[in-house]
């Protein structure tokens, strides 16, 4: 169903945001591997690739708190400052079971859903046919 407004604005801003989204999770999966995996004592760029990350979500979750989804986009924020509250637990050696771990994932793995329901919905608004009056 689509909203009042919706139309090729709103549809080439879900695809961008969609794009935007996938993009920015899968940078952060890399950089959450390596901060797992590696040895290293220093992980700035990962750690700086993780920010980028959420500051991409959380502008996708603001717009979408203005175009009135606000369902998704206050889960989006919850998930984020919780995310946010976990990551110095996160480090080298990290048992994938711990609390902190699962909550980044599973905070990324919404994203990547959230990208796909705006896809969805952006191929949905570019299919519809208009009410006749």
């Known amino acids: 169903m ?6 090729p604005r709103s549809r080439s801003r879900h695809l961008r945001d969609a794009a935007l989204m996938v993009a920015a999770v899968g940078l952060a999966f890399l950089a959450l591997d ?3 995996t590696d040895v290293s004592m220093s992980f700035a760029l990962e ?6 990350c959420a500051l991409c979500c ?22 984020l400052a919780l995310a946010t509250m976990v990551q110095p637990a996160v480090g080298p050696g990290m048992n994938p079971t ?3 771990y699962v909550v980044t994932v599973g905070t990324l793995v919404w994203f990547v859903g959230l990208g796909g329901m705006l896809a969805r919905w952006a191929w949905r608004s570019g299919h519809e046919r208009p009410r006749s009056r």
């Open 34 to 36: 390596d901060i797992t």
């Open 98 to 100: 711990r609390l902190a």
């Open 58 to 79: 959380g502008f996708v979750a603001w717009r979408l708190v203005r175009e009135r989804h606000r369902m998704a986009g206050g889960l989006s924020f919850g998930l």
């Open 47 to 52: 750690r700086t690739a993780l920010v980028g």
């Open 2 to 7: 689509t909203r009042a407004g919706d139309g």
